[in-house]
């Protein structure tokens, strides 16, 4: 006999439940099981999973949520209760209507109501209140399981036996007949202690007493009962709290045995409270066949119920559509196409209309007419917003979406397929994802809830699992280790799964000296194995960047809500569970880059009047590629990585293709696979292009005979069988999978020999389909990646000030600012100052003499608020100090600063010198802390600084001055150097050393002997061929664009932890060449520049004692002798950089 | 008066997994009645190596042996399976 579990917590129970569904329905199947439910904490969060899990082990699924109830009124709590949705019957009942989905919906409902309690009483947690529950309950819609976490039981766990029978008499009274139910739970904990026999006996008696059905349930936390331990460290993690010092009983489960038990187990555990009190007859069966009969009534139907795998989308009113949605989308994508290709010609245009036809035929045949109409509407509220947009993704190879103008990219003539996008093969919903401007992303949210009504959107959530980090954090606060210890662990714990600490600590050399350290301590060997249990798991949710889930007016009848930080609602379902749940999800991301191009486009319009509409540059400019190809690309999308750098420097595009091309092949499947290697030798004509077969020579001509694109694939399984391009995309997805790898050949053999290729053309091709496997690209992709990568190129290399203004706002890349500030330097940019009387809220393009250049803006300067730098900009310009005070009334932190970095220079005449007294006059100012209003009224009255009579008063000496650089103060308060780069001040021991400008690397042959030295700006740990890690570090020198260098295994041994954490290094290693441009450095030794510079110091401060001191002891000669060598200290002999180059005079300029 | 033992002992188990009788020196003892289960948490973190259960297993139950007064015994069962008669309550 089996025995069906009513109240479980999954894993998304986040710190609560610890076991994934798919493990607890496989379980419950594998006992025999032919029911669970999922009951997880405050919401639905796994149900789906639970769902699907129990559709694929064979058993019908339970859903229901535990949740927190409290008094309408009196806003008092009633504790935890279960709250189970009943299954439906399709039958139409009575009133006519079926009841499929009733208690789904209600359950939904309840779920969210529970959450509008956190919006209502901010910090108070999720609640649910009871006359709402029992609304929701009525039509026999759900059974609610009192147990001995409500009101009821904790009065029968304090043998308060009148007040629980009161409790329960106010329950009875205000939910609907038949919708309560006792649950019962012993967890068999020790006599006295909640959870022990007990007072699990006394909630049947009182079940009995109230005639109401008692079930059993054993209030499940896990799947097994070795999860327990797991469970221990979500509970410290709930309570962030050490384990030793929760309270027991509490805080801490009582003890190990809320696992999902078998259908034996819980048999027994029912004997044994049924034995414990006094009972009628036949307790024991009647106990069990209500759980049997609950369990029964919870069934739910995936399809009939929870609606599994049928999509709904806005209704066509909605998007403003009164006639058939099939013939609106064909009127407008008629018209759509007239207008995209007016100027491709005749037969460009009746070939775009054929290709339309094609589409609509597969939206029609799918019924897909009215998701194309509102992914169409959301593309048109976001441009009528004046935001950039711009499709990525499969959608972009449909003619369809271009005509509609959901896309900006033209399918046909870039070789894009409409299958690899839909076709009645495919299973899953259509996938059209939007990027736009980061800066906007909210708005267009609020917008689109606008539009469509609150009752058909909501935001999709994310779940956060627990990795490396997060696991040993919080592993290291159940066994109340130091935090300081802990943190120093997590700092290490990257690059590689939690799961393999263990693995780690022993493969990786930065890590030997942790491993040393676990070997000596149990507690940390103890760390170690409780970190790996945490990775994985589900750690809380959060609004999805991106996901808006778009449907029709049940929505809310089919995922619970919840409010997301942004205060919009958001599904409790994530994006593995939109396809499942027929939910159309439309990704809306934010780019920065957009944002930053937006930017630019915008300053370049303030400055000029000119407008620049970068969607109809020309994509063929030459200067344009002439920048690519010299490598510049830093700030350009997509191609600025080190990698990307050296890529570009090799492939060397000329046309827009050639950038579809390199984006595409610069990832993990290509790159492990050689495919650009292979590309680039056919490319630069050191091979002949194999095509293998004439007949693939039009698919594959454009790569040079490699196969890059998912497209390309589908075409040739195409030529090879004949199986239509629908059917291609599915033998390509399977060619992912290995067990499908005979049959798909066998496939393909049986059908190409028919259609005319002989078998070797077969056997060859085969081997190319079978090792591309899932990997390449979809061409889509590349082609949507390669408009902004040439759009942001083409700004920089004709606007490059408006454009790296653009880029500092909003920081869409993956260089730090300061290397954008270097690299503004290097193209002639100048960045100006902080300056209070002209600095803005963001980066903005000022006309320096002939040229432009960056005003730094105000929210650089750390630590002033934004009440402070909003007064600033409102009241600007200042016409003294006194001015500025009065009217922006800074704190003095502020204040401090602003003077510091030379903000304030303009009161003093911008003399750098007056800055000592301008710091000390205002560190002097004393006054009173007043409130003031925005409006406040200024008097101009100079400040006694700069009225000094008589001589000046250039005694004082701010320490915070003393010693310091320009750049030194400007990176301590703003982090970014403007006025030199921060390398500047180590060019003399650079020209000392010999050490090699980045800017000049690429004029050294390979194989060079050199010395780099820099900041370290990215640390790359690209995939490689062979498996073994290879780490890139880019130094930049400030003289030109970063230099990579490369640490291979052995290098990483010798160095150690220095690899990853030095920040200002020298390196002594040799050049290596990569195409004509590219050249990269093989790291031998690494040295921390600060250390370098110390002792070099030193030394020459030694030399120069030791001079003095022999001068005093001999005059005559030695003061000849003393005197070279001070000279030697002072300016030390000039070494060649290199071998066989001739020193640099790069230095000098500093 | 309770009579530490801690000796370990054979269980038979019965067909829905309740303890039915075991053998402590050479007699076998009969249970009686239901036998109840009491789980107690350890502080496993305090100890070296990491836990695969985080409590400890015993049963308190009712016995006779041959035709003697019933006595009440805790039964320790332990994470590697064995039996230990822990307690003889008397």
Request: with cysteine; aromatic share 6%.
């Amino acid at each position: 006999m089996s025995f069906p579990h009513l109240h479980v917590a999954s894993a998304y129970s986040t710190h609560y439940g610890v076991t994934l569904p798919e493990a607890l329905a496989g379980q419950a199947a594998a006992d025999g099981a032919t029911f669970l439910a999922v009951t997880d904490r405050d919401g639905l969060y796994g149900a789906v999973k639970h769902v699907r899990a129990c559709v694929a082990a064979g058993i019908r699924p339970g859903l229901g949520a535990d949740l927190e109830v409290h008094d309408d009124d009196t806003l008092a709590p009633l504790g935890r209760v279960v709250v189970l949705a009943h299954g439906g019957s399709t039958e139409p009942s009575s009133t006519g209507q079926s009841s499929a989905g009733r208690g789904y919906a209600a359950l939904c409902r309840a779920v969210s109501s529970a959450h509008e309690t956190t919006v209502a009483r901010p910090g108070h947690p999720p609640s649910i209140p009871r006359g709402r529950l029992a609304e929701l309950a009525g039509l026999n819609s759900l059974t609610v399981l009192l147990g001995p976490a409500s009101d009821v039981g904790e009065a029968v766990e304090r043998r308060d036996n009148p007040g629980a029978r009161a409790n329960l008499v106010q329950w009875q009274r205000i939910m609907p007949p038949q919708s309560l139910a006792i649950e019962v739970v012993c967890h068999l904990a020790e006599p006295g202690m909640p959870g022990s026999v007990a007072p699990a006996t006394r909630m049947l008696a009182l079940a009995e007493y109230a005639r109401l059905p008692a079930v059993l349930s054993n209030a499940v936390r896990y799947g097994t009962a070795d999860e327990a331990v797991t469970a221990d460290l979500a509970d410290a993690a709930r309570h962030l709290t050490p384990l030793a010092q929760l309270q027991e009983v509490t805080s801490l489960q009582v003890n190990g045995q809320a696992w999902l038990k078998p259908a034996a187990a819980m048999r027994q555990v029912a004997r044994m409270v049924v034995d414990a009190g006094q009972h009628s007859d036949g307790a024991l069966a009647r106990l069990l066949r209500d759980t049997h009969d609950l369990a029964e009534r919870c069934a739910l139907d995936p399809v009939g119920d929870i609606g599994l795998g049928r999509p709904r989308m806005p209704e066509a009113s909605v998007i403003g559509v009164t006639r058939d949605p099939l013939a609106e989308l064909w009127a407008r994508a008629r018209h759509g196409i007239d207008e995209r290709y007016a100027d491709a010609g005749g037969r460009g245009l009746t070939a775009a209309h054929d290709r339309l036809a094609h589409e609509m035929a597969t939206v029609e045949s799918l019924g897909f007419a009215s998701y194309f109409l509102t992914v169409a509407t959301v593309a048109d509220i976001v441009r009528d917003m004046g935001i950039r947009i711009q499709a990525r993704g499969s959608g972009v190879g449909s003619v369809l979406n271009y005509a509609l103008h959901t896309s900006s990219v033209e399918p046909i003539g870039n070789g894009l397929l409409w299958e690899r996008f839909l076709s009645p093969e495919r299973q899953t919903l259509p996938d059209i994802d939007l990027d736009v401007e980061s800066a906007r992303r909210h708005d267009i949210y609020r917008k689109v809830f606008e539009t469509f009504g609150a009752s058909r959107v909501s935001l999709m959530s994310m779940t956060n699992a627990y990795r490396g980090r997060g696991a040993v954090r919080d592993a290291g606060l159940a066994l109340g280790m130091p935090d300081t210890q802990v943190a120093t662990i997590a700092k290490q714990m990257w690059r590689f799964n939690a799961r393999d600490f263990r693995a780690a600590l022993a493969e990786k050399p930065e890590l030997e000296e942790l491993a040393a350290e676990v070997r000596e301590s149990a507690q940390l060997d103890l760390l170690v194995d409780l970190t790996a249990r945490l990775d994985r798991l589900p750690r809380h949710i959060s609004v999805h960047p991106c996901g808006v889930i778009l449907s029709d007016a049940s929505l809310l009848d089919r995922t619970p809500v919840q409010a997301s930080g942004m205060g919009l609602p958001m599904s409790q379902f994530d994006k593995h569970d939109m396809d499942p749940m027929g939910l159309i999800k439309l990704d809306i991301l934010g780019v920065r880059m957009q944002s930053a191009m937006a930017h630019a486009v915008e300053e370049h319009h303030r400055l000029t009047g000119e407008h620049i509409d970068l969607d109809r540059v020309p994509l063929d400019d030459p200067a344009t590629f002439e920048l690519i190809r010299s490598i510049r690309t830093l700030g350009i999308f997509q191609i600025e990585s080190p990698g990307q750098m050296e890529l570009v420097g090799k492939l060397q595009p000329e046309v827009f293709n050639d950038l579809t091309v390199e984006i595409s092949l610069f990832r993990p499947g290509p790159m492990q696979n050689n495919m650009p290697l292979r590309y680039l030798e056919a490319r630069h004509g050191e091979v002949a292009p194999d095509y293998i077969h004439p007949r693939f020579e039009p698919i594959l001509r454009e790569t040079n005979g490699v196969v890059i694109f998912h497209e390309q694939v589908m075409r040739l399984f195409d030529e090879l069988t004949g199986c239509g391009l629908g059917h291609a995309d599915v033998l390509r997805r399977h060619l992912g999978k290995p067990e499908q790898l005979s049959v798909i050949e066998a496939y393909v053999r049986e059908n190409a020999l028919g259609r005319g290729f002989d078998a070797r053309t077969i056997d060859r091709v085969w081997t190319v389909l079978a090792g591309f496997g899932s990997f390449g690209f979809a061409k889509a992709h590349g082609a949507a990646f390669a408009l902004p990568t040439y759009q942001s190129a083409w700004l920089k290399t004709h606007h490059p000030a408006a454009f790296l203004a653009g880029l500092l706002t909003h920081d869409p890349g993956m260089w730090p600012k300061d290397l954008l500030v270097a690299e503004a330097r290097v193209l002639g940019v100048p960045v100006l100052g902080l300056d209070v009387q002209h600095s803005a809220l963001d980066y903005r393009v000022e006309s320096v003499g002939a040229g432009q250049g960056i005003r730094m803006p105000l929210p650089e300067l750390s630590g002033s608020s934004d009440a402070e730098r909003a007064r600033i900009v409102r009241h600007q310009p200042f016409t003294s100090l006194q001015d500025f005070r009065d009217r922006v009334h800074p704190r003095r932190r502020t204040f401090e600063a602003l003077a510091r970095v030379g903000a304030l220079d303009s009161f003093i005449d911008h003399d750098r010198t007056r800055r000592h007294e301008l710091l000390a006059h205002i560190q002097s100012l004393r006054g009173t802390a007043i409130t003031i209003a925005d409006d406040q009224l200024a008097f101009e009255v100079p400040l006694p600084v700069l009225d000094y009579e008589g001589p000046r008063f250039d005694t004082v000496t701010s320490l915070q001055l003393r010693g310091r650089t320009q750049s030194d103060l400007e990176l301590l308060d703003t982090g970014l150097a403007v006025a030199g780069h921060r390398m500047r001040k180590y060019y003399p021991l650079f020209a000392e050393l010999g050490v090699t400008p980045a800017a000049q690397l690429a004029t050294l042959p390979g194989g060079t002997d050199v010395l780099l030295a820099g900041v370290r700006r990215a640390t790359n740990t690209p995939p490689m061929r062979d498996g073994r890690r290879v780490v890139f570090v880019s130094l930049d020198d400030g003289t030109g664009p970063v230099a990579n260098v490369v640490f291979f295994h052995d290098a990483q041994e010798r160095i150690g932890g220095g690899v990853f954490q030095t920040e200002l290094m020298l390196v002594r290693g040799r050049t290596r060449r990569s195409g004509a441009r590219g050249v990269s450095v093989t790291g031998e030794g690494m040295w921390d520049l600060v250390t370098v510079a110390r002792d070099r110091a030193r030394e020459q401060a030694k030399a120069l004692k030791a001079a003095r001191a022999a001068a005093l002891l001999d005059t005559e000669p030695a003061v000849a002798e003393g005197a070279a060598a001070t000279a030697a200290a002072r300016q030390p002999i000039r070494r060649a950089a290199g071998s066989g180059t001739t020193e640099f005079d790069l230095w000098q300029s500093a | 008066m309770p009579q530490i033992i801690d000796a370990p002992v054979q269980v038979e188990l019965s067909a829905d997994g309740d303890p039915r009788a075991f053998v402590w020196d050479r007699f076998e003892h009969t249970v009686i009645g239901q036998p109840q289960a009491v789980f107690t948490r350890t502080r496993w973190w305090e100890n070296t190596g990491t836990p695969t259960r985080i409590d400890t297993e015993l049963w308190r139950l009712d016995a006779a042996k041959g035709g003697e007064d019933q006595h009440r015994y805790d039964l320790r069962h332990d994470a590697d399976g064995t039996w230990v008669l822990a307690l003889d309550w008397g």
